[in-house]
């Protein structure tokens, strides 16, 4: 069955780096797009990009440029996400989801979510 | 402040009909699919209408979704408990600094 498994939950101070992983299985993982969405607490979904996993091209949120690089590594079916400079009101949920590549450029059909991972940022 | 709006809440009684309103500009619903998503409390969202009107398998034939120039719905029919939740409208925003995608704020869904 598909699964989208992700690291566990980061403690990070303002200024510092975290790095998120989500693993797939079940299913091709260079046959579908791996956006990434966070929640923070108490507030909607906000999109931060997406990677193609075949090519590791990347089209990242605007409010998140230079701060957000997504990659992966076909080997293991993983995907990443960095974000940089934290700061405090990037404290969220972060979650990985995909997306078909056969939804086209536009597709947005999220179909398949990981289990978020919390990352809290104080000093 | 969302690009596509959505009232913060709504609510039913078991068995009555709500729809939930999603408004955008020419440049996401006006030019893109809307797609909706329902998030139960502590837990990931989970897609519910994909290109403006079209149900996942699994999904009740209860829910549907509408759109209409820069404007979508979502209609819930036969209302049941379980539909309580936080439901949330995306589409992709073709904007001058180039494609996003923009979610609603969110609507909480009471069922009475």
């Known amino acids: 069955q598909v699964q989208l498994v992700q690291s566990g939950a980061e403690v990070k101070k303002p200024g510092a780096s975290v790095k998120v992983s989500c693993k797939a299985s079940?299913?091709?993982?260079?046959?579908?797009?791996m956006h990434w969405v966070r929640q923070a607490p108490g507030q909607g979904l906000e999109w931060m990009g997406r990677i193609n996993p075949n090519s590791g091209g990347t089209n990242y949120a605007q409010k998140f440029q230079g701060r957000v690089t997504m990659t992966r590594d076909t080997s293991i079916s993983t995907a990443y996400m960095e974000l940089s400079r934290l700061r405090s009101d990037d404290t969220a949920v972060y979650y990985c989801a995909r997306v078909p590549y056969s939804s086209g450029w536009y597709g947005l059909l999220l179909d398949y979510w990981g289990q978020g991972t919390l990352v809290t940022v104080s000093s | 402040q969302s690009v596509l709006t959505q009232p913060p809440s709504a609510s039913g009684t078991p068995g009555q009909r709500v729809t939930i309103s999603c408004s955008g500009s020419s440049s996401n619903i006006g030019s893109n699919y809307v797609y909706w998503y329902q998030q139960l409390p502590g837990t990931a969202p989970k897609l519910l209408i994909y290109?403006?009107?079209q149900r996942p398998s699994g999904v009740p034939d209860r829910f549907s979704g509408s759109k209409s120039g820069t404007s979508a719905s979502l209609a819930i029919s036969g209302l049941r408990s379980e539909d309580e939740a936080d439901y949330y409208c995306?589409?992709?925003?073709?904007?001058?600094?180039?494609?996003?995608?923009?979610f609603g704020g969110g609507t909480k869904l009471t069922v009475l």
């Open positions: 079940g299913y091709t993982f260079t046959g579908y797009y």
């Open positions: 290109r403006n009107n």
């Open positions: 995306a589409a992709w925003d073709d904007s001058l600094s180039g494609p996003d995608v923009v």
